[in-house]
Each structure stands twice: as structure tokens, then as C-alpha cells.
């Protein structure tokens, strides 16, 4: 009966734990997700394109006025028959960036076809249309010569492409994922900080925390949280867009070199190369900088 006791008593103070821990994470973000930006920053406006399979485009829709929605190379007209398939992964990625940075200009780029032929094609028309960050949350073991050249023509022509590493659990340098088994300097591969994601300190570039983050696009109270490494890939893109709008990267590289300088290493596995970002550090300096500038005035 006391072993029982015990053991009931130890699994109600971890579920208590976890709760707090998942509240405290929500705090967190909605603090990112409220901050100001300061008008000193002067935001430049920032083109995000978030490549993905499916979005609730009916929610899209209340804040984002571009949507670009493909099928091979042919653009498909939004339509009830599309606005059937509400599958979210999207939807949720789209709405942490918006969240992150509301001035950022969205574009989605749904695919329902992921094929290197067409995945290419999508990364080089969200360059040729103007993207400054590309979010790529498509991941897979297959090395596909065509995602890569595009990735390519993506770095070149100054637009950084944010990558999330997956959610397998594996070291990715005995067991590729791509794109970020790809190893390309001017992309940007991101893995969550904690739970079973994929590591590697010689392929994934940065660790992110990655579970409990508020989905804002269903509830204004942040009600449904989400986990995984697409959505710690949306929160750098958001992030990213606000240090693209507020400073001037001229290349991915350059921006990459800025992040590190938040990065930390806080766990005994190598999770990735430079370390973990955490973001709230991010809006804690832009915070300063607001103290600071309205100091002097």
C-alpha cells in the first residue's frame, strides 16, 4: 500500500512539474509574442516565405493577404475544395512568425508534392519573388540534388533558409536528414533543445527550445501549445526577420555569425554545433536597447 502511495505521489509531483514547466514556457513566449518593438529600430519590412504541405487558409487569411498555393508549377485557386483539407502544420508555423514579428510579409507556398523537382522549384519562386527568409519545415533521409542546387541559389542570392532538422531522434551525422545534412554554410539548420529530436554537433547548427509553444492562430489566450522542430524553426525565422528588419545583414552568413553570439551549450549531449539560442535572451537585448535609446532622449 505505501509502495502504491509512493508511487502514485511521485507521478502526480511529475505531472505537476511538467505543468508548471509547459506554463512557464507559455509565459515565456506570449511575453515574445506581446513585446514592442521599439521605434527606434525602425523595422525594415521583411519577406518571409514559409514553404509547407497544407494550411487552414481560412485562418491564414485574417492576417496574411498573399497566399500563393501550388501544385507542381501550376498555381491553384484557393477554394472551398482546398479550405477542406485542415491540416495545421502550416497554419501553426505561419502564425509564430506572424506572432513573433506582426510587420513580417508572408508568403505561403503550399505544396502537396514532395518531390526534389517540386521543392525546388518552390525555394527558387520564393526567391525569385523577393523572400529575405525562406522557413523550409520539409524533412527527409533521401539526398535530393535539385533541393540542394535551389538551397544554393537561395544563399546566393542573399535570402537565408531556415531549416528544422526533424523530430526522429537520430544522430543526423550517422543518419542523414536533409536539408540540413546538406552542410551549407548560408542555411540555417535548428533541433529543439529538449525531448527526442534530432542532434548532431557537426551537421544541425542550433538548438532552440521547442515544446509548449503557444499556436496563437487558434486562441488569443494561447490556449493549444505545439512541440517539435518546425515550430522552433518558425520562432528563429520570426526572430530572424526582426534582426533582418532592425540591422543590416547583408548576407545569411553574417546573421548566422550574430546568432551565435546568444548561443550556449547546456547539455551534456551535443545537440548541435554552436549550441542552444534562447530566444527571450534575443528580446531581452532589443529590450535594453529601448531602455537605452530612451535614456537619451
Not at 56 to 62: A, E, G, Q
Not at 102 to 111: C, E, G, N
Not at 150 to 169: D, Q, W
Not at 233 to 242: E, R, T
Request: charge should be positive.
Amino acid at each position: 500500500m505505501k509502495k502504491a502511495i509512493v508511487i502514485f505521489i511521485s507521478i502526480f509531483c511529475s505531472a505537476v512539474s511538467a505543468l508548471e514547466i509547459e506554463c512557464d514556457m507559455k509565459s515565456r513566449y506570449e511575453n515574445v509574442y506581446k513585446y514592442k518593438y521599439p521605434k527606434h529600430l525602425k523595422l525594415k519590412p521583411i519577406k518571409v516565405a514559409v514553404i509547407d504541405t497544407y494550411f487552414n487558409h481560412s485562418v491564414c487569411d485574417k492576417s496574411i493577404k498573399n497566399i500563393s498555393l501550388y501544385s507542381g508549377e501550376k498555381k491553384i485557386q484557393v477554394n472551398s475544395e482546398n479550405l477542406d483539407k485542415l491540416k495545421y502544420h502550416g497554419t501553426n508555423v505561419v502564425s509564430i512568425i506572424k506572432a513573433i514579428n506582426p510587420k513580417a510579409r508572408i508568403t505561403l507556398y503550399q505544396t502537396h508534392f514532395l518531390s526534389s523537382y517540386n521543392l525546388a522549384f518552390l525555394i527558387k519562386k520564393a526567391v525569385d519573388d523577393g523572400a529575405n527568409i525562406i522557413n523550409y519545415s520539409i524533412t527527409g533521409g533521401e539526398y535530393m540534388a535539385m533541393e540542394k542546387k535551389a538551397i544554393e541559389y537561395a544563399i546566393k542570392k542573399n535570402v537565408l533558409v531556415i531549416g528544422s532538422a526533424g523530430n526522429e531522434g537520430v544522430n543526423v551525422e550517422k543518419s542523414p536528414i536533409f536539408p540540413g545534412s546538406y552542410k551549407l554554410d548560408g542555411m540555417i539548420s535548428v533541433t529543439g533543445h529538449e525531448g527526442t529530436y534530432n542532434y548532431s554537433d557537426k551537421v544541425i547548427d542550433f538548438a532552440l527550445p521547442s515544446k509548449y509553444i503557444p499556436i496563437p492562430s487558434y486562441s488569443d489566450q494561447f490556449f493549444l501549445t505545439g512541440s517539435g522542430t518546425s515550430y522552433a524553426s518558425a520562432v528563429l525565422s520570426g526572430l530572424s526577420s526582426i534582426l533582418l528588419g532592425a540591422k543590416n545583414f547583408k548576407t545569411p552568413l553574417l546573421l548566422k555569425e550574430y546568432l551565435k553570439t546568444f548561443a550556449r551549450y547546456q547539455m551534456s549531449k551535443p545537440l548541435s554545433r554552436f549550441g542552444t539560442i534562447d530566444p527571450f535572451k534575443i528580446i531581452n537585448e532589443l529590450n535594453e536597447k529601448r531602455k537605452l535609446a530612451s535614456s537619451q532622449n
